[in-house]
Structures are given as C-alpha cells and as structure tokens.
C-alpha cells in the first residue's frame, strides 16, 4: 500500500468495533500507510473523496478494512 492508492473499506470486526460501519464500500485515497515497529502494516490513514463524515475527511482505516483498487 502506497500514498495516493484509492481503496474501499469493506467489512471486518475491528471496523465494527470502532463503529465505523458508515464508512462502509466508500472510496477513500490513503495518505499515510500505518506500520507497527515491527513492520508489519496496520491500516492507513485515509481520506474520503469528495465527502465528509461526522464532519471530517481523513480517517483511520484498519488493515482488514482495506481493499486496494489501484
């Protein structure tokens, strides 16, 4: 996962955990991968395209959230 890749988020229990189901199937562009000390990716920083939620654009995305489309 790069800056600037365009993903959907997709159902998973940790997104249901934060009660992010709203963001569900929306297209968000990431702007930051978010990697453990260890290396290992955990989800990304990622910014809605052309629209807000709860008044705010760029949310955190858990990595079992994320479908890549490009």
């Not at 959907?8 to 199937?25: A, G, H, T, W």
Request: with cysteine; net charge negative.
């Amino acid at each position: 996962m790069m800056e600037n890749d365009i993903i959907v988020v997709i159902p998973s229990k940790r997104l249901s955990e934060m009660r992010m189901e709203p963001l569900l199937n929306h297209k968000m562009e990431v702007t930051e991968p978010v990697y453990s000390k260890e290396g290992v990716l955990l989800g990304c920083w990622a910014s809605l395209i052309d629209e807000t939620f709860l008044g705010e654009k760029e949310w955190f995305i858990p990595y079992e959230s994320i479908f890549i489309m490009k």
